[in-house]
């Protein structure tokens, strides 16, 4: 039996690597270490199926090094010990890591000392964010270099190389243009992806035969959405819904949260709509907030692909309301002003005061001369820490009676307060 497409048509050497021109192209780094004849640890950070692993093996090809590869999957502490002392032995050498976010960090500790004293190289592939699953110490050792997913045009490269390459298909079918870029749509820039497609339909069709883009539809292939709740591709798609639902743009807010819909990603949907509702609505539009928290509890009953309508709603709801984020800005005014604050609180607003009405005590049951207390700290009478907004005409009525309220006398003295309430009420 023949080992997959994808293993039989790798890159041999960095000549071979398709895209990534920028790290392997004219005076692409690691083209500039290879020509070098020199080396650096590195961490190779992309999506599934853009090349890392391939340009690992590549660089060790070109380098002539000789090189180990472990996957962090499944690998032992004792495997990898072992691995390192082979390495060791034999200078130059390099071991690739697949996988490397997956090493606890008793394993990455492992390396540390070993990276420290230069004892081999090693080059580790992630498809996760490296600042958050590489710990800071391995880091600091490596340089770590972002891979982009390929366009359709280099997917659709890499695809005619295999297929007329002997150790690929061996041009046994012929694949029209249509049908190779119907191909490198559904993989979206996932070239293992797209390979595996090839396979497939090479297997269902004689030698000889012409594939076209009918034949791939046939298949009935599902595209292959970028949404991973464990990886980068999840973050940047919440993080891009939260920003159109900021910025208003209502056809880009429905195109990430039908991405989101499609992964099944129920977790990050409820997330982010109730912090975007509240951090970046607010305010503005408090009505649209409770129709946020409405709709969740309708995911919540109903689940999905139902929810999709009233998640659809308030996504609507939420990109063509006005924004006011007021309330995230006063509260993080007022964290600030309490770091490094050591201001008692008022005998009278403690818990349990005198409640006869005397100086020291709470005046219960006066409700309107109450608005005329001073609440804050001694010394910090005059502190403002409300920050308003004038987006819309429910914000601006709420401004309207701050105002209003900070032009009243203020006092701590309760029994002048009462007397002046008193003499107002008869």
């Known amino acids: 039996m023949k080992q997959p497409l994808a293993f039989r048509v790798r890159p041999r050497n960095i000549d071979e690597i398709i895209g990534q021109e920028h790290i392997v192209g004219k005076n692409g780094f690691i083209r500039n270490c290879i020509a070098n004849d020199n080396f650096v640890n590195l961490i190779l950070c992309g999506n599934p199926g853009c090349g890392k692993t391939s ?175 464990d990886e980068n591709e999840h973050y940047n798609t919440i993080s891009a819904l939260q920003k159109s639902i900021r910025g208003s743009d209502v056809d880009a807010a429905l195109y990430y949260l ?17 912090i975007t509702a509240y951090e970046d609505v607010g305010l503005g539009n408090p009505q649209a907030v409770d129709r946020v928290c409405n709709a969740i509890n309708v995911l919540n009953i109903v689940g999905l692909p139902e929810a999709r309508i009233p998640l659809a709603f308030c996504v609507v709801d939420l990109c063509l309301s006005p924004k006011s984020n007021s309330a995230e800005a006063s509260i993080d005014a007022a964290l600030k ?22 100086k020291m005590g709470y005046p219960y049951g006066h409700f309107e ?14 502190l403002r820490l409300y920050k308003y907004k004038l987006n819309s005409k429910y914000e601006q009525a709420l401004v309207e009676n701050y105002k209003k309220l900070l032009s009243l006398e203020k006092s701590d003295d309760i029994e002048y307060l009462l007397e002046k309430y008193k003499n107002m009420t008869n």
Request: aromatic share 6%; with cysteine; charged share 25%.
């Open 258 to 274: 039908a991405k989101l819909i499609r992964s099944n990603d129920v977790e990050g949907i409820t997330r982010r709509l109730l």
């Open 337 to 358: 002003e309490i770091e490094n604050d050591d201001n008692s609180i008022r005998e009278y607003l403690k818990l349990n005061p005198v409640t006869d009405g005397t």
């Open 55 to 229: 340009i690992a093996h590549a660089i060790c090809e070109s380098l002539n090094a000789n090189y180990y590869t472990i996957n962090a999957t499944n690998v032992t502490k004792q495997e990898m010990i072992d691995c390192f002392k082979l390495a060791t032995n034999f200078s130059p050498s390099i071991v690739i890591i697949d996988e490397i976010h997956q090493l606890d960090k008793t394993k990455q500790n492992i390396l540390l000392p070993l990276l420290e004293q230069g004892s081999f190289f090693i080059i580790g592939t992630t498809t996760a964010n490296p600042l958050i699953a590489i710990n800071k110490a391995l880091r600091s050792r490596v340089h770590l270099l972002q891979l982009n997913p390929l366009s359709n045009e280099e997917i659709i490269e890499g695809l005619k190389r295999a297929i007329e390459s002997p150790d690929g298909l061996d041009n046994k079918q012929t694949f029209t243009y249509d049908a190779l870029n119907l191909i490198a749509k559904k993989a979206k820039g996932d070239l293992r992806y797209a390979l595996n497609i090839v396979e497939i339909l090479s297997l269902n069709y004689l030698k000889g035969d012409t594939i076209s883009e009918k034949e791939v539809e046939k298949l009935n292939f599902v595209s292959n959405y970028v949404s991973d709740k």
């Open 369 to 382: 001369m109450l608005k005329n207390l001073i609440y804050l700290p001694s010394g910090k009478e005059n």
